[in-house]
């Protein structure tokens, strides 16, 4: 059972268009989500979170926006440049539940000059 | 500062070997989390160690031994591994055992021969 899903495994942008990367979730406990950045042979990187009180966050070229009547969450990465170029992995947990971050199955980013 | 350390980078090892996998954070977090990659997968939680307990434990194999020293280091001893055991084996560390931010360390990339 996917709790986490991603259905994109692969984007390609330009440099300095948008790029929008989706996550759909099943779990209404999750309340807490975040964006990791996964380059190869190495581990995670965290990029941004939000909690269900929020349906936005911004961190520099980073948005992240949740709709939680869709169970839907994206992150909008603007202007893109080619070192985001990485898998991009969204992840779930419950902030007074499960100590467990549930991971989606990742988006392979590419971005050309 | 975010840093979470393991060592070492890599690993070969044969299936009669024993050996150890080493991670360590200063940041003062009090829940510490193994997990294991294998290729175009998302991480796969193997362990949670909240203030130095074991919490969780995902029905990972016994050839796999995690301990918690004291609040900044955890280890993962393996023995009698399989090829199959070949992954990368991410630490990470989140200040509340909730599901709150994990941070990941780089990753030991193991091989098993």
């Known amino acids: 059972d996917q709790q986490v899903k991603q259905n994109s495994p692969s984007l390609s942008v330009q440099e300095g268009r948008i790029s929008i990367l989706n996550c759909d979730y099943t779990n209404s406990m999750f309340d807490y989500f975040l964006w990791y950045k996964k380059y190869p042979a190495e581990g995670p990187t965290f990029l941004i979170s939000i909690s269900s009180i929020k349906d936005k966050n911004e961190d520099g070229r980073f948005t992240v926006f949740l709709n939680k009547s869709a169970k839907h969450l994206s992150l909008h990465i603007v202007p893109s440049q080619p070192g985001d170029s990485a898998v991009y992995f969204c992840?779930?947990?419950?902030?007074?539940?499960?100590?467990?971050?549930?991971f989606g199955t990742g988006t392979r980013l590419l971005v050309s000059p | 500062d975010t840093e979470v350390t393991q060592t070492p980078k890599h690993l070969v090892m044969g299936m009669t070997n024993k050996k150890s996998l080493k991670c360590e954070q200063h940041?003062?977090?009090?829940?510490m989390y193994w997990y294991k990659q294998k290729a175009k997968k998302p991480p796969e939680l193997m362990f949670v160690?909240?203030?130095?307990?074991?919490?969780i434990n995902e029905s990972v194999p016994s050839r796999f031994s995690p301990e918690c020293p004291n609040s900044s280091l955890l280890n993962l001893h393996l023995h009698a591994l399989q090829p199959e055991d070949s992954a990368l084996y991410l630490c990470?560390?989140?200040?509340?055992?909730?599901?709150?931010?994990?941070?990941f360390g780089p990753g030991t990339r193991l091989t098993v021969l």
């Open positions: 990470a560390s989140s200040q509340d055992p909730g599901g709150d931010t994990q941070y």
């Open positions: 160690y909240s203030y130095e307990k074991l919490s």
């Open positions: 992840a779930a947990s419950s902030l007074t539940g499960f100590q467990k971050l549930v």
């Open positions: 940041m003062g977090h009090r829940a």
